[in-house]
Protein backbone atom coordinates (compact mmCIF):
# COMPACT_ATOMS: atom_id res chain seq x y z
CA UNK A 1 0.00 0.00 0.00
CA UNK A 2 1.24 3.33 -0.65
CA UNK A 3 3.05 5.43 2.33
CA UNK A 4 1.24 8.91 1.93
CA UNK A 5 -0.97 8.36 5.01
CA UNK A 6 -0.27 6.78 8.49
CA UNK A 7 -3.23 5.99 10.43
CA UNK A 8 -2.78 6.73 13.70
CA UNK A 9 -4.95 5.50 16.75
CA UNK A 10 -4.54 8.96 19.65
CA UNK A 11 -5.46 8.79 23.33
CA UNK A 12 -7.64 11.53 24.16
CA UNK A 13 -6.27 11.98 27.60
CA UNK A 14 -3.81 14.85 26.09
CA UNK A 15 -0.68 15.35 24.61
CA UNK A 16 2.76 13.82 26.08
CA UNK A 17 5.73 16.04 27.07
CA UNK A 18 8.04 14.02 25.74
CA UNK A 19 6.82 11.04 24.41
CA UNK A 20 3.41 10.70 22.36
CA UNK A 21 1.89 7.49 21.11
CA UNK A 22 0.40 6.43 17.94
CA UNK A 23 -0.99 3.45 16.33
CA UNK A 24 -0.42 2.95 12.63
CA UNK A 25 -1.49 1.51 9.55
CA UNK A 26 -0.70 2.45 5.40
CA UNK A 27 -3.75 3.87 3.59
CA UNK A 28 -3.75 6.00 0.02
CA UNK A 29 -4.91 9.37 -0.30
CA UNK A 30 -8.29 10.18 -2.57
CA UNK A 31 -6.85 11.20 -5.90
CA UNK A 32 -9.38 14.22 -6.54
CA UNK A 33 -10.04 16.79 -4.28
CA UNK A 34 -13.87 18.26 -3.91
CA UNK A 35 -14.60 21.55 -5.11
CA UNK A 36 -13.80 24.31 -2.72
CA UNK A 37 -16.26 26.43 -1.66
CA UNK A 38 -15.75 29.55 -3.05
CA UNK A 39 -17.74 31.73 -1.28
CA UNK A 40 -16.65 30.55 1.88
CA UNK A 41 -12.88 31.25 1.01
CA UNK A 42 -13.65 34.29 0.17
CA UNK A 43 -15.43 35.43 3.83
CA UNK A 44 -11.67 33.88 4.58
CA UNK A 45 -10.07 35.92 3.01
CA UNK A 46 -11.63 39.12 3.48
CA UNK A 47 -11.57 38.37 6.93
CA UNK A 48 -7.86 37.48 6.90
CA UNK A 49 -7.35 40.84 5.09
CA UNK A 50 -9.17 43.19 7.66
CA UNK A 51 -7.70 41.83 10.16
CA UNK A 52 -4.39 42.10 9.01
CA UNK A 53 -4.60 45.68 8.25
CA UNK A 54 -7.28 46.72 11.29
CA UNK A 55 -5.97 44.96 14.04
CA UNK A 56 -4.91 47.29 16.97
CA UNK A 57 -1.02 46.02 16.22
CA UNK A 58 0.75 44.54 13.43
CA UNK A 59 0.07 40.68 13.21
CA UNK A 60 2.61 37.71 11.86
CA UNK A 61 0.86 36.57 8.57
CA UNK A 62 1.78 33.51 9.01
CA UNK A 63 0.67 33.23 12.52
CA UNK A 64 -2.49 33.76 11.46
CA UNK A 65 -2.74 31.31 9.16
CA UNK A 66 -1.35 28.75 11.04
CA UNK A 67 -3.94 29.40 13.93
CA UNK A 68 -6.55 29.50 11.11
CA UNK A 69 -5.67 25.89 10.05
CA UNK A 70 -5.15 25.03 13.86
CA UNK A 71 -8.82 26.31 14.49
CA UNK A 72 -9.94 24.31 11.79
CA UNK A 73 -8.91 21.18 12.71
CA UNK A 74 -9.43 20.91 16.26
CA UNK A 75 -13.12 22.36 16.18
CA UNK A 76 -14.28 18.47 14.56
CA UNK A 77 -13.04 16.37 17.73
CA UNK A 78 -10.93 16.17 20.44
CA UNK A 79 -8.45 13.89 18.43
CA UNK A 80 -8.16 15.99 14.93
CA UNK A 81 -4.87 18.12 15.46
CA UNK A 82 -2.47 20.28 12.94
CA UNK A 83 1.38 19.54 13.58
CA UNK A 84 4.24 21.87 12.38
CA UNK A 85 7.90 22.58 13.94
CA UNK A 86 8.40 21.04 17.06
CA UNK A 87 5.07 19.42 17.46
CA UNK A 88 5.81 17.32 14.52
CA UNK A 89 9.23 16.20 15.78
CA UNK A 90 7.74 15.23 19.30
CA UNK A 91 4.89 13.47 17.39
CA UNK A 92 6.97 11.20 15.31
CA UNK A 93 10.06 10.90 17.95
CA UNK A 94 7.29 9.44 20.66
CA UNK A 95 6.53 6.20 18.55
CA UNK A 96 10.14 5.14 19.34
CA UNK A 97 9.66 5.41 22.73
CA UNK A 98 12.60 7.66 23.20
CA UNK A 99 12.69 11.62 24.21
CA UNK A 100 14.60 13.44 26.12
CA UNK A 101 12.37 15.41 28.53
CA UNK A 102 10.70 15.04 32.47
CA UNK A 103 8.49 12.27 31.78
CA UNK A 104 4.35 13.24 32.01
CA UNK A 105 1.81 12.91 30.03
CA UNK A 106 -0.62 16.17 29.95
CA UNK A 107 -3.39 18.61 29.27
CA UNK A 108 -4.72 22.13 29.12
CA UNK A 109 -7.08 22.83 32.72
CA UNK A 110 -8.04 26.81 32.56
CA UNK A 111 -4.98 27.82 31.17
CA UNK A 112 -2.52 25.65 33.44
CA UNK A 113 -0.78 22.34 32.41
CA UNK A 114 -2.74 18.89 34.20
CA UNK A 115 -0.77 15.93 34.64
CA UNK A 116 -2.47 13.23 33.04
CA UNK A 117 0.04 10.86 34.06
CA UNK A 118 3.89 10.64 35.04
CA UNK A 119 5.52 7.99 33.09
CA UNK A 120 6.64 5.06 34.56
CA UNK A 121 10.62 5.37 35.54
CA UNK A 122 10.90 9.18 34.28
CA UNK A 123 12.33 11.88 35.87
CA UNK A 124 8.98 13.19 36.69
CA UNK A 125 7.93 9.65 37.93
CA UNK A 126 10.65 9.41 40.51
CA UNK A 127 10.71 13.28 41.52
CA UNK A 128 6.64 12.09 43.00
CA UNK A 129 4.64 14.45 40.32
CA UNK A 130 1.07 12.88 40.79
CA UNK A 131 -1.79 12.45 38.01
CA UNK A 132 -4.04 15.55 38.60
CA UNK A 133 -1.35 17.53 39.65
CA UNK A 134 -1.20 21.49 37.90
CA UNK A 135 1.81 23.16 37.04
CA UNK A 136 1.53 26.70 37.29
CA UNK A 137 4.82 28.04 36.74
CA UNK A 138 8.22 26.30 34.22
CA UNK A 139 10.65 27.70 35.57
CA UNK A 140 10.50 31.75 35.55
CA UNK A 141 7.13 31.55 33.26
CA UNK A 142 3.62 31.40 34.30
CA UNK A 143 2.08 28.71 32.26
CA UNK A 144 -1.14 30.89 32.35
CA UNK A 145 -1.37 31.91 28.74
CA UNK A 146 0.63 29.98 26.63
CA UNK A 147 -0.44 27.30 24.08
CA UNK A 148 0.16 23.52 25.38
CA UNK A 149 2.94 23.35 22.76
CA UNK A 150 4.74 26.72 24.46
CA UNK A 151 4.44 24.54 27.50
CA UNK A 152 5.94 21.51 26.44
CA UNK A 153 8.34 23.28 24.61
CA UNK A 154 9.84 24.92 27.78
CA UNK A 155 9.32 21.26 29.75
CA UNK A 156 12.23 20.02 27.37
CA UNK A 157 15.71 20.48 26.67
CA UNK A 158 19.34 19.22 26.68
CA UNK A 159 19.65 16.24 28.60
CA UNK A 160 21.42 16.54 32.02
CA UNK A 161 19.97 20.02 32.42
CA UNK A 162 17.62 21.33 35.08
CA UNK A 163 13.96 22.73 34.86
CA UNK A 164 11.79 23.88 38.11
CA UNK A 165 8.19 22.88 38.09
CA UNK A 166 5.86 24.88 40.49
CA UNK A 167 3.02 22.66 41.20
CA UNK A 168 -0.36 23.72 42.77
CA UNK A 169 -1.70 19.63 44.40
CA UNK A 170 -5.29 20.89 44.81
CA UNK A 171 -6.12 17.42 46.77
CA UNK A 172 -3.59 18.67 49.59
CA UNK A 173 -3.93 22.57 48.92
CA UNK A 174 -0.58 23.01 48.63
CA UNK A 175 1.84 24.75 46.01
CA UNK A 176 5.52 23.75 45.96
CA UNK A 177 8.60 23.42 43.55
CA UNK A 178 10.23 20.60 42.00
CA UNK A 179 13.49 20.86 40.48
CA UNK A 180 13.75 17.96 37.83
CA UNK A 181 16.65 16.56 35.64
CA UNK A 182 16.08 16.34 32.49
CA UNK A 183 17.24 13.17 30.67
CA UNK A 184 16.62 11.57 27.60
CA UNK A 185 13.51 8.52 28.43
CA UNK A 186 13.75 5.16 26.90
CA UNK A 187 10.05 4.12 27.93
CA UNK A 188 9.89 0.04 29.14
CA UNK A 189 6.33 -0.15 27.83
CA UNK A 190 6.49 -4.02 29.73
CA UNK A 191 7.09 -5.10 32.65
CA UNK A 192 6.55 -8.96 34.11
CA UNK A 193 7.15 -11.19 36.98
CA UNK A 194 6.10 -14.29 38.34
CA UNK A 195 3.82 -13.41 41.77
CA UNK A 196 3.94 -17.23 42.70
CA UNK A 197 4.38 -20.50 41.46
CA UNK A 198 2.36 -21.00 38.21
CA UNK A 199 1.24 -17.11 38.02
CA UNK A 200 2.42 -14.64 36.20
CA UNK A 201 1.35 -11.17 35.64
CA UNK A 202 2.51 -8.90 32.63
CA UNK A 203 1.93 -5.10 32.14
CA UNK A 204 1.84 -3.24 29.05
CA UNK A 205 1.79 0.61 29.48
CA UNK A 206 1.84 1.98 25.82
CA UNK A 207 2.19 0.29 22.65
CA UNK A 208 5.42 1.38 21.01
CA UNK A 209 7.40 0.62 18.34
CA UNK A 210 9.36 -1.71 20.80
CA UNK A 211 6.77 -3.17 22.73
CA UNK A 212 5.72 -6.56 20.71
CA UNK A 213 9.46 -7.42 20.75
CA UNK A 214 9.67 -6.53 24.28
CA UNK A 215 6.58 -8.49 25.24
CA UNK A 216 7.48 -11.91 23.37
CA UNK A 217 10.80 -12.05 25.06
CA UNK A 218 9.29 -11.17 28.59
CA UNK A 219 6.56 -14.21 27.64
CA UNK A 220 9.59 -16.39 27.03
CA UNK A 221 11.58 -15.44 30.29
CA UNK A 222 7.63 -15.94 32.49
CA UNK A 223 7.49 -19.90 31.14
CA UNK A 224 11.87 -20.58 31.40
CA UNK A 225 10.94 -19.79 34.88
CA UNK A 226 7.32 -21.58 34.75
CA UNK A 227 7.20 -24.49 32.17
CA UNK A 228 3.41 -25.10 33.18
CA UNK A 229 2.21 -21.83 33.95
CA UNK A 230 -1.19 -21.91 34.82
CA UNK A 231 -2.64 -18.50 34.37
CA UNK A 232 -1.53 -15.06 33.37
CA UNK A 233 -2.63 -11.55 34.23
CA UNK A 234 -2.24 -9.02 31.49
CA UNK A 235 -2.39 -5.54 33.00
CA UNK A 236 -3.16 -2.59 30.35
CA UNK A 237 -5.00 -0.15 33.10
CA UNK A 238 -3.95 3.09 32.63
CA UNK A 239 -2.40 2.57 29.05
CA UNK A 240 -3.50 4.80 26.61
CA UNK A 241 -2.76 3.27 23.47
CA UNK A 242 -0.56 3.23 21.20
CA UNK A 243 0.73 1.89 17.91
CA UNK A 244 -2.08 -0.70 16.14
CA UNK A 245 0.53 -3.13 14.45
CA UNK A 246 2.15 -3.75 18.61
CA UNK A 247 -1.51 -3.71 19.33
CA UNK A 248 -2.58 -6.74 17.14
CA UNK A 249 0.51 -8.47 17.58
CA UNK A 250 0.09 -8.99 21.27
CA UNK A 251 -3.86 -10.24 20.67
CA UNK A 252 -2.08 -12.37 18.26
CA UNK A 253 0.18 -13.93 20.66
CA UNK A 254 -3.00 -15.09 22.57
CA UNK A 255 -5.47 -15.80 19.72
CA UNK A 256 -5.46 -19.10 16.82
CA UNK A 257 -3.72 -17.81 13.62
CA UNK A 258 -5.75 -15.83 11.19
CA UNK A 259 -8.16 -14.81 14.24
CA UNK A 260 -9.76 -11.32 13.64
CA UNK A 261 -8.50 -8.84 16.19
CA UNK A 262 -10.30 -5.32 14.62
CA UNK A 263 -11.94 -3.71 11.69
CA UNK A 264 -11.93 -0.30 10.59
CA UNK A 265 -14.30 1.48 8.61
CA UNK A 266 -14.65 5.38 7.31
CA UNK A 267 -15.50 7.45 4.45
CA UNK A 268 -12.83 6.41 2.05
CA UNK A 269 -11.56 2.95 0.68
CA UNK A 270 -8.14 2.98 2.56
CA UNK A 271 -9.94 3.63 6.02
CA UNK A 272 -12.21 -0.13 5.46
CA UNK A 273 -10.50 -2.98 6.54
CA UNK A 274 -9.82 -6.09 8.64
CA UNK A 275 -6.75 -7.00 10.71
CA UNK A 276 -5.95 -10.57 11.48
CA UNK A 277 -3.80 -12.68 14.08
CA UNK A 278 -1.09 -12.74 11.46
CA UNK A 279 2.38 -11.85 10.76
CA UNK A 280 1.51 -10.10 7.40
CA UNK A 281 -0.32 -7.60 9.87
CA UNK A 282 2.09 -6.99 13.05
CA UNK A 283 5.44 -7.83 11.50
CA UNK A 284 7.74 -4.76 10.82
CA UNK A 285 10.47 -6.47 8.69
CA UNK A 286 8.99 -9.49 7.57
CA UNK A 287 9.99 -12.08 10.91
CA UNK A 288 7.71 -13.28 13.23
CA UNK A 289 8.73 -11.80 16.87
CA UNK A 290 6.05 -14.27 18.25
CA UNK A 291 7.57 -17.21 16.87
CA UNK A 292 9.60 -18.58 19.69
CA UNK A 293 6.57 -18.19 22.43
CA UNK A 294 5.83 -21.49 23.51
CA UNK A 295 2.61 -22.58 22.14
CA UNK A 296 0.90 -22.86 25.23
CA UNK A 297 0.29 -19.02 25.35
CA UNK A 298 -2.33 -20.17 23.18
CA UNK A 299 -4.40 -22.38 26.02
CA UNK A 300 -3.51 -20.55 29.31
CA UNK A 301 -6.12 -19.08 30.91
CA UNK A 302 -5.66 -14.95 30.86
CA UNK A 303 -7.65 -12.18 32.89
CA UNK A 304 -6.87 -8.79 31.32
CA UNK A 305 -7.16 -6.12 33.75
CA UNK A 306 -8.43 -2.43 32.34
CA UNK A 307 -9.61 0.60 33.91
CA UNK A 308 -10.90 3.79 33.10
CA UNK A 309 -7.51 4.63 31.60
CA UNK A 310 -7.54 1.92 29.30
CA UNK A 311 -7.71 3.47 25.61
CA UNK A 312 -7.11 2.70 21.76
CA UNK A 313 -4.98 0.46 21.22
CA UNK A 314 -5.60 -1.30 25.00
CA UNK A 315 -8.80 -1.69 23.79
CA UNK A 316 -8.58 -3.16 21.11
CA UNK A 317 -6.65 -6.22 22.48
CA UNK A 318 -8.89 -6.41 25.23
CA UNK A 319 -11.79 -6.57 23.18
CA UNK A 320 -10.26 -9.01 20.44
CA UNK A 321 -9.81 -10.96 23.40
CA UNK A 322 -13.18 -10.52 24.94
CA UNK A 323 -14.73 -11.39 21.87
CA UNK A 324 -13.32 -14.97 21.12
CA UNK A 325 -13.72 -15.42 24.73
CA UNK A 326 -10.06 -16.30 24.93
CA UNK A 327 -9.78 -13.45 28.23
CA UNK A 328 -12.08 -12.64 31.23
CA UNK A 329 -11.97 -9.23 31.28
CA UNK A 330 -11.91 -7.59 34.66
CA UNK A 331 -11.76 -4.05 36.46
CA UNK A 332 -13.51 -1.00 34.98
CA UNK A 333 -15.42 0.34 31.87
CA UNK A 334 -12.75 1.49 29.61
CA UNK A 335 -11.62 4.83 28.03
CA UNK A 336 -14.12 4.78 24.92
CA UNK A 337 -11.83 5.65 22.09
CA UNK A 338 -12.76 4.37 18.88
CA UNK A 339 -12.26 6.20 16.48
CA UNK A 340 -8.54 6.19 13.87
CA UNK A 341 -7.06 9.07 12.90
CA UNK A 342 -4.95 9.19 9.72
CA UNK A 343 -1.82 11.61 9.62
CA UNK A 344 -1.02 13.38 6.10
CA UNK A 345 2.16 14.52 6.00
CA UNK A 346 2.48 15.44 1.97
CA UNK A 347 1.68 19.14 2.80
CA UNK A 348 3.13 22.33 0.83
CA UNK A 349 5.34 23.18 4.05
CA UNK A 350 8.01 21.38 5.27
CA UNK A 351 7.89 19.79 9.06
CA UNK A 352 4.16 19.83 8.89
CA UNK A 353 1.31 16.77 9.35
CA UNK A 354 -2.37 16.69 9.91
CA UNK A 355 -4.21 14.34 11.82
CA UNK A 356 -7.28 13.44 10.93
CA UNK A 357 -10.12 11.10 12.21
CA UNK A 358 -10.82 9.10 9.15
CA UNK A 359 -12.73 5.70 10.62
CA UNK A 360 -14.22 4.32 13.39
CA UNK A 361 -12.93 0.82 14.80
CA UNK A 362 -14.67 -2.69 15.40
CA UNK A 363 -14.09 -5.52 18.08
CA UNK A 364 -14.38 -8.36 15.86
CA UNK A 365 -17.96 -8.90 16.81
CA UNK A 366 -18.64 -5.84 14.95
CA UNK A 367 -19.22 -3.31 17.79
CA UNK A 368 -18.16 -0.11 18.22
CA UNK A 369 -16.52 1.11 21.58
CA UNK A 370 -16.84 5.18 20.61
CA UNK A 371 -17.49 6.75 23.64
CA UNK A 372 -18.94 3.55 25.49
CA UNK A 373 -15.70 1.52 25.73
CA UNK A 374 -14.86 -2.05 26.86
CA UNK A 375 -17.46 -3.31 29.78
CA UNK A 376 -15.59 -5.74 31.60
CA UNK A 377 -17.13 -9.46 32.51
CA UNK A 378 -16.12 -9.01 35.87
CA UNK A 379 -16.41 -5.35 37.27
CA UNK A 380 -13.47 -5.00 39.96
CA UNK A 381 -12.86 -1.80 42.31
CA UNK A 382 -9.39 -0.43 42.79
CA UNK A 383 -9.68 -1.31 46.37
CA UNK A 384 -11.10 -3.25 49.07
CA UNK A 385 -12.95 0.00 49.98
CA UNK A 386 -14.06 0.75 46.46
CA UNK A 387 -12.59 3.26 43.75
CA UNK A 388 -12.32 6.76 45.36
CA UNK A 389 -10.52 8.59 42.00
CA UNK A 390 -12.75 6.57 39.38
CA UNK A 391 -15.32 9.80 39.55
CA UNK A 392 -12.18 12.06 38.71
CA UNK A 393 -11.16 10.54 35.20
CA UNK A 394 -11.54 11.55 32.20
CA UNK A 395 -13.51 9.56 29.24
CA UNK A 396 -14.01 10.09 25.76
CA UNK A 397 -17.98 11.11 26.70
CA UNK A 398 -16.29 13.26 28.81
CA UNK A 399 -14.77 15.36 26.25
CA UNK A 400 -16.47 18.06 23.81
CA UNK A 401 -17.13 17.21 20.10
CA UNK A 402 -16.33 13.94 20.74
CA UNK A 403 -17.75 11.54 17.99
CA UNK A 404 -21.02 10.01 19.04
CA UNK A 405 -22.85 6.69 17.35
CA UNK A 406 -24.70 9.05 14.47
CA UNK A 407 -21.51 11.14 13.69
CA UNK A 408 -22.35 14.19 15.16
CA UNK A 409 -19.81 15.82 18.03
CA UNK A 410 -21.07 15.21 21.52
CA UNK A 411 -21.02 17.62 24.43
CA UNK A 412 -19.81 16.77 27.92
CA UNK A 413 -22.38 14.38 30.39
CA UNK A 414 -23.66 16.84 32.97
CA UNK A 415 -24.26 14.60 35.19
CA UNK A 416 -20.62 13.04 35.35
CA UNK A 417 -19.47 16.47 35.22
CA UNK A 418 -21.02 16.59 38.19
CA UNK A 419 -20.38 13.39 40.18
CA UNK A 420 -16.49 14.61 39.46
CA UNK A 421 -16.90 17.27 41.06
CA UNK A 422 -18.41 15.68 43.73
CA UNK A 423 -16.25 13.37 44.45
CA UNK A 424 -13.41 16.07 44.08
CA UNK A 425 -15.32 17.69 46.81
CA UNK A 426 -15.09 14.54 49.16
CA UNK A 427 -11.53 13.77 48.56
CA UNK A 428 -10.48 17.40 49.32
CA UNK A 429 -12.64 17.09 52.95
CA UNK A 430 -11.14 13.55 53.36
CA UNK A 431 -7.66 14.89 52.95
CA UNK A 432 -8.20 18.20 55.20
CA UNK A 433 -9.31 16.01 57.70
CA UNK A 434 -5.99 14.09 57.79
CA UNK A 435 -3.69 16.86 56.89
CA UNK A 436 -0.95 15.14 59.20
CA UNK A 437 -1.26 11.95 57.11
CA UNK A 438 0.13 11.37 53.99
CA UNK A 439 -2.80 12.12 50.79
CA UNK A 440 -4.22 8.93 50.08
CA UNK A 441 -2.48 6.96 46.81
CA UNK A 442 -3.67 3.83 45.27
CA UNK A 443 -1.07 0.75 45.62
CA UNK A 444 1.91 0.31 42.97
CA UNK A 445 0.54 -1.77 40.18
CA UNK A 446 2.06 -5.41 40.17
CA UNK A 447 2.37 -5.56 43.88
CA UNK A 448 1.25 -7.28 47.10
CA UNK A 449 -1.43 -4.37 47.93
CA UNK A 450 -3.01 -4.18 44.53
CA UNK A 451 -6.68 -5.58 45.35
CA UNK A 452 -7.70 -5.41 41.58
CA UNK A 453 -4.41 -7.70 41.10
CA UNK A 454 -5.44 -10.30 43.59
CA UNK A 455 -9.10 -10.57 42.71
CA UNK A 456 -7.96 -11.51 38.97
CA UNK A 457 -5.17 -14.28 40.47
CA UNK A 458 -8.46 -15.69 42.39
CA UNK A 459 -10.52 -16.04 39.24
CA UNK A 460 -7.49 -17.74 37.96
CA UNK A 461 -7.29 -20.13 40.87
CA UNK A 462 -11.26 -20.78 40.54
CA UNK A 463 -11.41 -18.90 44.24
CA UNK A 464 -14.42 -16.33 44.81
CA UNK A 465 -13.85 -12.99 43.72
CA UNK A 466 -14.70 -9.80 45.27
CA UNK A 467 -16.96 -8.09 42.56
CA UNK A 468 -18.01 -4.17 42.72
CA UNK A 469 -21.22 -3.80 44.78
CA UNK A 470 -21.16 -0.14 42.86
CA UNK A 471 -19.72 0.54 39.54
CA UNK A 472 -22.72 -0.63 36.76
CA UNK A 473 -22.26 -0.72 32.93
CA UNK A 474 -22.29 3.02 31.50
CA UNK A 475 -24.43 2.99 28.72
CA UNK A 476 -22.94 4.60 24.82
CA UNK A 477 -24.74 8.17 23.78
CA UNK A 478 -27.89 7.11 21.76
CA UNK A 479 -27.65 8.41 17.77
CA UNK A 480 -29.39 11.40 17.65
CA UNK A 481 -32.26 11.50 14.92
CA UNK A 482 -32.46 14.09 11.57
Known sequence: MSSKWKVAGWVAAGAVAGALTTMQLQATARSAMSPLPIEDMQQLAAVFDLVKRSYVEPVDEKKLIRDAIGGMVSGLDPHSVYFEGQAFKEFHEGISGKFTGVGIQIEMD???????????????????????????RIDDTAVKGLTMDQAIKRMRGPSNSKVMLMIFRKAENRTFPVTIVREEIKTKSVRSKVVEPGYAWIRVSQFQEPTLRDFAEQLKDIFKQEPGLKGLVLDLRNDPGGLLDSAVGISAAFLPRDAVVVSTNGQIAESRSTLKAAPAYYSRDGSDVLAGVPALIKTVPVVVLVNEGSA????????????????VIMGSQTFGKGSVQSEMTRLPMPNTSLKITTARYYTPSGQSIQAKGIVPDVLVDETAEGSPFAALRMREADLDRHLTGGGESGKKDAAREKAREEALKKLEEENGKNRDKAPARLPEFGTAEDFQLQQALNRLKGKPVLASQTQSERKAEEPKSN
Not at 120 to 136: C, H, K, M, N, W
Not at 312 to 322: P, Y
Open 110 to 136: DGLVKVVSPIEGSPAFRAGIQTGDLIT
Open 312 to 327: SASEIVAGALKDHKRA
